[in-house]
C-alpha cells in the first residue's frame, strides 16, 4: 500500500499516509476472537485540504467487545490537547477509527447514528474502519457521512 488520497469535496484532498495506515492495520481483528478496538484520529486542516498525522489507541478506561468499540479514557482527548500545544496549534482533533470483525468493513447503523449525533458539525471529520481484509475509509462533511475511496497512489 502507498500513501491513501481521496478528493471528499470539489478540490479538496484527503491524506492519509502509508506509514499511519500499516501501524493502524496492526490492529486488525484477527483471530477472530479479537475485540474491536479504536480511538481518535489527528491532524492537520491544510484549507482545503487535510492531512492526518497521529492516532490514539484503546486505554484500560475503553470498552472493547466483539462488536463494538466504546471510547470512554480521557487519554485520547489529553493527547488531542498535548499535540495541539505541541504543533503550535496546527495538529488537532480529526476524527475517530475502530476495527470491525468482518473482511469488508462498513459502517453499521449503530455507528453512523452515533457518528451523527456526535461529531462536531464545525469542520470535516475522518472516519476510518478497519476492516480484518478491506478498510472503510469516509467524511463527516456539512451533516453528511460519505464513503470514499482513494483515488491515487504514490
Ligand atoms: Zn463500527
Given amino acids: 500500500m502507498s500513501d491513501l488520497i481521496f478528493l471528499f469535496n470539489k478540490n479538496s484532498y484527503l491524506l492519509i499516509p502509508k506509514k499511519l495506515m500499516d501501524s493502524l492495520e496492526q490492529y486488525r481483528q484477527e483471530p477472530s476472537s ?4 479504536g480511538g481518535v484520529l489527528i491532524g492537520l486542516y491544510r484549507t482545503p485540504h487535510i492531512e492526518v498525522t ?5 486505554k484500560p478506561e475503553d470498552i472493547c467487545k466483539r ?3 466504546t471510547r470512554y479514557s480521557k487519554s485520547h482527548i489529553e493527547t488531542v490537547m498535548h499535540s495541539w500545544q505541541n504543533s503550535n496549534s496546527t495538529e488537532t ?9 468482518e473482511k469488508d468493513a462498513y459502517p453499521s447503523s449503530f ?5 451523527r449525533k ?4 464545525d469542520r470535516t471529520k475522518v472516519l476510518i474502519i478497519i476492516g480484518q481484509n478491506n478498510n472503510w475509509y469516509g467524511v463527516w462533511d456539512e451533516g453528511v457521512i460519505k464513503s470514499l475511496n482513494p483515488i491515487f497512489a504514490s
Fill in 118 to 121: 456526535n461529531l462536531p458539525r
Fill in 111 to 115: 455507528d453512523l447514528n452515533e457518528w
Fill in 34 to 37: 479479537a475485540t474491536e478496538k
Fill in 93 to 101: 482533533y480529526l476524527g475517530e477509527w475502530h476495527t470491525h470483525p
Fill in 54 to 58: 497521529q492516532f490514539t489507541t484503546p
Fill in 67 to 69: 462488536n463494538s468499540f
